[in-house]
């Protein structure tokens, strides 16, 4: 309660630029189960949802050959995945699974890295506050 307390003293407790306000949002300092585990669903279809317009590898090219591979070009454009696709690939992402295909563009690269970064991170606060629960 002192962490609510003070968060809701300054800028009447929406200070986003704080990591604290982030904690709260994300998981209620590491208190709330629920909100943990809505957070990582949300975040798990937000990721399906970008993977759908973002391009991914179509395919590689095969070589055999030193001059084959001088002159084999990668797909740079993608195709974007479908819903079921992205569903689970997102969730190989979260897992920090290596899914395929490979990002095509920078903006699903830089998607992909987010996800590794922040699904991880999601699922500690949710592993924290039911651990947090049980403590009690």
Do not use: C
Not at 37 to 52: D, E, K, Q, R, S
Not at 107 to 115: F, G, N, R
């Amino acid at each position: 309660m002192a962490m609510d307390a003070r968060r809701l003293e300054r800028w009447r407790g929406f200070a986003f630029w704080t990591l604290g306000w982030w904690y709260w949002l994300a998981s209620g300092y590491g208190e709330r189960v629920w909100r943990a585990f809505v957070v990582l669903i949300g975040m798990w279809l937000v990721g399906a949802a970008l993977y759908t317009q973002v391009g991914f590898v179509r395919w590689e090219p095969r070589v055999s050959s030193e001059q084959e591979a001088w002159e084999a070009r990668r797909d740079e454009v993608g195709q974007p995945l479908r819903w079921q696709r992205a569903l689970t690939y997102s969730l190989g992402v979260m897992t920090l699974q290596k899914p395929e295909p490979r990002p095509a563009t920078d903006a699903a690269q830089a998607l992909v890295m987010l996800e590794t970064i922040l699904g991880p991170v999601q699922a500690a606060l949710l592993a924290l506050a039911i651990r947090r629960k049980f403590m009690r």
